[in-house]
């Protein structure tokens, strides 16, 4: 069980990027996914979450209202679309899911980030000012 991210780059303070998060071998259809993202020499933080079904969402106060989370069952495939980007959202990218919980209103927790799996190679991206 492993996810991929991919879609980083390198924009300007203000800019969007859309970053994809697909399955290899089994289906994301039935399983909450969440978005993380990472600093060297930093600890990992959870971003942004989707339960299975996508009808809910969750994020992280820090992106609260900038970023969205959303996925296409026919393409097996999860989004993070994000808007007004700041310096301060450089980092590495990464997906993963919680097969064990539908819901995940914890993503903002560190204690919850056991839960999840399928952490592949994560996706840079780097905002300048």
């Not at 959870?46 to 969205?68: E, L, M, N």
């Not at 919980?101 to 780097?126: K, R």
Request: some cysteine.
């Amino acid at each position: 069980v492993q996810l991929q991210a991919s879609g980083g780059g390198s924009v300007q303070d203000g800019g969007s990027l859309t970053l994809s998060c697909v399955a290899s071998g089994f289906t994301l259809d039935y399983r909450t996914v969440g978005w993380f993202r990472q600093v060297p020499g930093e600890e990992r933080e959870g971003v942004a979450c989707i339960t299975k079904s996508g009808g809910r969402t969750y994020y992280s106060p820090s992106v609260k209202g900038r970023f969205t989370v959303s996925r296409d069952a026919g393409k097996n495939t999860v989004y993070l679309q994000m808007n007004s980007l700041i310096p301060e959202d450089t980092a590495v990218y990464y997906c993963a899911t919680d097969p064990g919980h539908t819901a995940c209103p914890y993503i903002s927790d560190p204690a919850s980030y056991i839960w999840f799996s399928g952490w592949g190679q994560g996706t840079l991206v780097t905002v300048s000012s």
